[in-house]
Structure formats: structure tokens, C-alpha cells
């Protein structure tokens, strides 16, 4: 069982900068895949990136250009530098794993809010 802690977040203006941070414990194994989703009120839960234990990427598109993901291999961490933020960047982001390459399993942390307003 992986259980992740996340930190980070609160309260930021228009165009300011957050950084939120996510470290897994429960398996002694590489993860493959860290990430974070975040979901705002009345929507649904959306991908906002994720890193591969290999180095690859992926972005949510309204978040590509503006916010930078980042892991540790060895400390089993990962990092989400949140820049330009705009209202709608508010919600909720939850920390999210895929320990195995070949298994769907995923676990997920218990959320951190974001908000962003002036």
C-alpha cells in the first residue's frame, strides 16, 4: 500500500507562484508514473502532469506553459512549480501514483487546495 503526503498550496494572486510538493511511502520498488490532478468545484477531476520514472512528461493543456513538474527517483518525490497562476487554476490538486508499469493501479493523496484570487 503507497501512501502520499502532499505540502503546498494556499492562497496566490494572479500571476503569482506556488509549489506544491508530493513524497510516497509503503514500497521499496521504483514508482513508474508521479503526477497531480486537480479538480475544481462543480467540475471534474483533470490531469494537470505527470512524470515517468524515466523522465517523460505530459501536461494538461491549460497548464503546459506555465507550470513545471519535477521528480526524485531516490526520495520518491515529486514537484509541481505552479507559475502565472490564474483564477482558474483554483481547485483542489490531489498527488497521484502509478507504482507499476504494466498494472492500472493507482493510488492517491488526500488533496491540498490551491487558490488563486486577488
Known amino acids: 500500500q503507497v501512501q502520499l503526503v502532499e505540502s503546498g498550496g494556499g492562497l496566490a494572486q494572479p500571476g503569482g507562484s506556488l509549489s506544491l510538493s508530493c513524497s510516497a511511502s509503503g514500497t521499496t520498488l521504483s514508482i513508474y508514473e508521479m503526477g497531480w490532478y486537480r479538480q475544481a468545484p462543480g467540475k471534474q477531476r483533470e490531469l494537470v502532469a505527470f512524470?515517468?520514472?524515466?523522465?517523460?512528461?505530459r501536461y494538461g493543456p491549460s497548464v503546459e506553459d506555465r507550470f513545471t513538474i519535477s521528480r526524485d527517483n531516490a526520495k520518491k518525490t515529486v514537484l509541481l512549480q505552479l507559475n502565472s497562476l490564474k483564477p482558474e487554476d483554483t481547485g483542489v490538486y490531489y498527488c497521484?501514483?502509478?507504482?507499476?508499469?504494466?498494472?492500472?493501479?493507482?493510488?492517491w493523496g488526500q488533496g491540498t487546495q490551491v487558490t488563486v484570487s486577488s
Open positions: 512524470v515517468t520514472s524515466g523522465g517523460t512528461t
Open positions: 497521484n501514483v502509478r507504482p507499476l508499469f504494466n498494472n492500472p493501479q493507482r493510488y
